[in-house]
């Protein structure tokens, strides 16, 4: 009876810790799949909501809004996550290879973009960074951005990794560290502003949660 309770015993809490380290490695995951995402944000505009509606949504990548020569030369100087002097020393090398190779400082002023997604409903997820408030203190105009901290903390991403988007009234409790996702719209045209440059507006009906990783271009 005592080895059955043993081997009970033995076989529960190691089924517990699989389930323990599963859970912490895609936490963010089941945040996605089973956390209720609230409609936080809805439009106002009948036109663009039927508009959207009559579309078939398409959801988008951030690496989709690259052409493809840009998307190569990104890839070709990304950083892995280092952990060691090894790996910290090739990121520095990297980062220097970088800084001397005129394509990579085009690619990441580049306002190229793709048609693929011209007019087409779409949803991205990424961070929001303000640019305007109504008279509500709701926001009106925003940047869409692939990783947290860009254009605040850090440079701006290329133009052609930004998009620009108009709120009606509404869109009051956000929080800059919050992923969400946003459905709209979707089609190129550039805006400028002091804090960067979007080579892509969206047109939004529609704003929820994101509980994931936004970015599929870089590690962070």
């Known amino acids: 009876m005592k080895i059955k309770l043993t081997i009970a015993f033995i076989i529960s809490t190691t089924i517990g810790a699989a389930i323990g380290i599963v859970g912490f490695k895609y936490q963010s995951n089941f945040g996605q799949w089973f956390s209720s995402k609230p409609t936080l944000y809805q439009t106002r505009n009948d036109l663009l909501e039927n508009q959207f509606e009559s579309l078939n949504s398409i959801p988008v990548q951030w690496s989709q809004l690259l052409p493809e020569s840009e998307k190569e030369i990104l890839k070709k100087y990304q950083q892995v996550q280092a952990s060691t002097p090894t790996e910290f020393a090739d990121n520095i090398l990297l980062s220097i290879q970088a800084s001397t190779d005129k394509a990579f400082s085009a690619a990441m002023m580049s306002a190229n973009s793709v048609d693929s997604f011209d007019e087409k409903a779409v949803s991205i997820a990424g961070f929001i960074v303000p640019i305007d408030y109504g008279d ?14 860009a254009c605040l903390h850090f440079p701006p991403p290329p133009p052609n990794q930004m998009v620009f988007a108009q ?19 979707l089609r190129r045209g550039l805006f400028e502003d002091p804090l960067g440059t979007s080579a892509y507006i969206l047109d939004v009906v529609y704003i929820e949660p994101f509980y994931d990783h936004p970015d599929n271009v870089r590690q962070h």
């Open 136 to 149: 509500d203190k709701s926001l009106r105009n925003i940047f869409v951005v692939p990783y947290f901290g």
């Open 167 to 185: 709120l009606g009234e509404g869109f009051i409790d956000f929080n800059l560290t919050q992923a969400y996702r946003l459905h709209g719209v």
